[in-house]
C-alpha cells in the first residue's frame, strides 16, 4: 500500500530556515514525480513545485521559483521541501503527492501525505 | 489567480443533485480531475480524466467535459459530501492548474 508520511507541525520565526520532509513507501520511490502543494489558511490549494526522484531534476511553479528548494534523498524514500528565510505569508499547510501521469492529457494526485503545518510568527 | 473558474460556492438539499463547474481555456486539450477536501484533511481524489471514478468513490460522483466546462455531478448529495471541491487541469505555461475550489453545501 502506498504512503506519503510527511513530517511534524513547525512554528518559526521569520527568517529562519526549515526544511520538511516526505517519506514514502509502497512503491519505488524512482518511479514517480513527487509534488509539493500549498494551502494558505483558509485558501485553495496551490502548485509549487515538482522533482523526478530519479535524477533530482526540480522545476517550480512560477510563484515559488527561488523562495524554496524540493530535493530528495533516494537512500531514504524522503523528498524535502526547504526554506532558507521564511516569511510570515509562507504559513500554511503544505502537502506532498504523488504524480500519476495520463500521458499527454494530464496527471493526478492519488497519493496525498497528510500535510504539513508551517505557522511563521514573529 | 486561477486559470481554471468554479463557482465559490453551491448548495443543495440532501438528494438533490450537485453540480459544480470548472471553465477554462485548456479544457479542450487536456483532461480534468477533481479532488475533493473535507475540512482538516488532506484532499482526496474523486474524478480523474474526466469521467472516471477512483476504486472506492462512490458511484453518486460523476464528470463530464465538453468544450471549456467541465461538470462535477453529486447524483443523491449527502450531508457527508459537504466540502471543498478543486479542478485540476494542467498544460504547458498554466501556472495555477487548480481551480479556486468551490464549497459544497448539502442541508
Known amino acids: 500500500e502506498v504512503h506519503l508520511v510527511q513530517s511534524g507541525a513547525e512554528v518559526k520565526k521569520p527568517g529562519e530556515a526549515l526544511t520538511i520532509s516526505c517519506k514514502v513507501s509502497?512503491?519505488?520511490?524512482?518511479?514517480?514525480?513527487i509534488n509539493w502543494v500549498r494551502q494558505m489558511p483558509g485558501k485553495g490549494l496551490e502548485l509549487m513545485g515538482r522533482?523526478?526522484?530519479?535524477?533530482?531534476?526540480?522545476k517550480y511553479s512560477p510563484s515559488f521559483e527561488g523562495h524554496v528548494t524540493i530535493s530528495t534523498d533516494k537512500s531514504i524514500n524522503t523528498a524535502y521541501l526547504q526554506w532558507n528565510s521564511l516569511k510570515a505569508s509562507d504559513t500554511g499547510i503544505y502537502y506532498c503527492?504523488?504524480?500519476?501521469?495520463?500521458?499527454?492529457?494530464?496527471?493526478?494526485?492519488?497519493?496525498w501525505g497528510q500535510g504539513t503545518l508551517v505557522t511563521v510568527l514573529s | 489567480s486561477s486559470e481554471l473558474t468554479q463557482p465559490p460556492s453551491v448548495s443543495v438539499s440532501p438528494g438533490q443533485t450537485a453540480r459544480i463547474t470548472c471553465s477554462g481555456e485548456?479544457?479542450?486539450?487536456?483532461?480534468v480531475y477533481w479532488y475533493q477536501q473535507k475540512s482538516g484533511q488532506a484532499p482526496v481524489l474523486v474524478i480523474y480524466?474526466?469521467?472516471k471514478r477512483p476504486s472506492g468513490i462512490p458511484e453518486r460522483f460523476s464528470g463530464s467535459s465538453s468544450g471549456t466546462v467541465a461538470t462535477l455531478t453529486i447524483s443523491g448529495a449527502q450531508v457527508g459530501d459537504e466540502a471543498d471541491y478543486y479542478c485540476?487541469?494542467?498544460?504547458?505555461?498554466?501556472?495555477?492548474?487548480f481551480g479556486g475550489g468551490t464549497k459544497l453545501t448539502v442541508l
Open positions: 522533482i523526478d526522484p530519479s535524477d533530482s531534476y526540480s
Open positions: 485540476y487541469s494542467t498544460d504547458i505555461g498554466v501556472d495555477h492548474p
Open positions: 503527492t504523488r504524480v500519476e501521469s495520463s500521458g499527454s492529457y494530464g496527471e493526478y494526485f492519488q497519493h
Open positions: 480524466e474526466d469521467n
Open positions: 485548456v479544457l479542450p486539450k487536456k483532461f
Open positions: 509502497g512503491y519505488t520511490f524512482t518511479n514517480y514525480w
